[in-house]
């Protein structure tokens, strides 16, 4: 991914008061109107969703900001790789940019391409690539995304792990599921793929740590990869809350480990937990193991029930965005922090996007 080097945000603006940073951003959307979209992830700090046309998970924002085509700024609260995601969905002459290019993905970074590829040719070097399709995690770098495109696989998040799962299962024996070892260790759970035809390739160990024999047999051959914000949580932390609060439901996200998710009431992506607390009766205690702005938002928004963190547990990424810089990136919109993907690796990415919505729409027939 190739991005225009960024200037410094001037110390001016960390001088200027809440309220002003808030009318001043104010200003620039009733100035621009409709050729301007500010996405916004569940993760970030209310102040900011706030201030969002849209509010939702990586890529259903990254499908938004497409949908938007009176629009020439796409403005992405979120961090790197869905960025990336935007900008490769984007329209012609639709510009993507970020108030922070700093704000990265610690578990993105676990699956670099240069790695993929040679686990890849390790696969092949050893005759077990064949009937092996490559699924990567919305949560990736667009080179990764174009990798499973140029190679019949797809994208996937973790709404429909699911069934990219089972649409993989139907071109070829086994699954290539990167960067998120979790994620793919609790969809191989549910699908009830055997717990010895599961393996976990290391890519700091040659061959990932298994013999041919193993990568020959395997069903799923999970990356060795995970979320910091969703491996902060413990069954201690489930087993605590139940004891003190007799009735809890525990919600959680799959990119908890596996433990953490057998001991839950339910399991599932940013907005299946928004969905499970709307629906829940009031009265209800819930205690979610996520990102703890989407809790804390999520407590405001629903008074008539108590809502709780599992566990504090932060992302530190999604915290870099904030008032100051993203009023500093619309006072020099299309100057700064500007998010662009090669066409080559878009055109391939985007082959892999458009496989994942197939796979929704066909589940959503069913």
């Known amino acids: 991914m190739k991005t225009q080097i960024a200037r410094v945000m001037p110390d001016q603006y960390l001088e200027i008061p809440e309220e002003e940073l808030v009318a001043r951003i104010k200003e620039h959307k009733a100035e621009l109107g409709e050729r301007l979209v500010l996405l916004t992830h ?16 990586s890529f259903g924002l990254s499908r938004d ?3 938007q085509t009176k629009a020439k700024d796409i403005v992405f609260c979120g961090v790197h790789f869905m960025a990336e995601s935007a900008a490769i969905l984007a329209g012609p ?14 578990m993105a970074n676990m699956a670099e391409i240069e790695e993929v590829e040679r686990a890849w040719s390790d696969l092949a070097s050893i005759g077990r690539q064949e009937g092996v399709i490559p699924l990567t995690y919305m949560n990736s770098h667009a080179e990764l995304k174009a990798f499973c495109g140029r190679n019949e696989g797809s994208v996937c998040t973790s709404t429909n792990a699911g069934p990219a799962f089972e649409w993989a299962f139907k071109r070829g024996d ?11 260790r609790n969809t191989a759970n549910a699908l009830k793929i055997p717990r010895d035809k599961v393996v976990i390739y290391d890519p700091e160990d040659e061959m990932g740590g298994l013999s041919p024999e193993e990568l020959g047999q395997a069903r799923a051959i999970l990356w060795k990869g ?6 902060h949580f413990r069954p201690e932390h489930v087993n605590r809350v139940r004891q003190r609060h007799p009735g809890v439901m525990v919600v959680v996200h799959p990119e908890c480990t596996e433990d953490v998710v057998d001991l839950s009431d339910a399991a599932g992506s940013t907005e299946f937990i928004v969905r499970y607390v709307e629906n829940a009766p009031a009265g209800a205690t819930i205690a979610i193991g996520t990102e703890l702005n989407l809790v804390q938002r999520l407590a405001l928004e629903h008074p008539d029930k108590k809502i709780f963190e599992l566990a504090r547990s932060l992302c530190p990424n999604m915290f870099r965005i904030n ?10 919109l299309g100057e700064v922090n500007i998010v662009t993907v090669p066409e080559a690796v878009a055109s391939e990415a985007r082959v892999a996007l458009e496989r994942m919505l197939s796979i929704t729409a066909a589940r959503a027939e069913d």
Not at 42 to 57: K, M, T, W
Not at 93 to 106: E, F, I, K, N, Y
Not at 323 to 332: A, C, E, F, G, V
Request: charged share 20%.
């Open 42 to 57: 569940h993760y970030q700090r209310p102040e900011i969703v706030a201030l969002g046309d849209f509010v939702g998970d």
């Open 65 to 67: 900001a497409a949908r």
């Open 93 to 106: 002459g639709q510009r993507v940019s970020m108030p922070d290019l700093r704000a990265g993905c610690p």
């Open 174 to 184: 086994r699954v290539f599921f990167f960067p998120d070892e979790h994620l793919g």
């Open 226 to 231: 995970y979320c910091h914000v969703h491996t």
């Open 323 to 332: 008032l100051r810089n993203l009023l500093w990136l619309l006072d020099h």
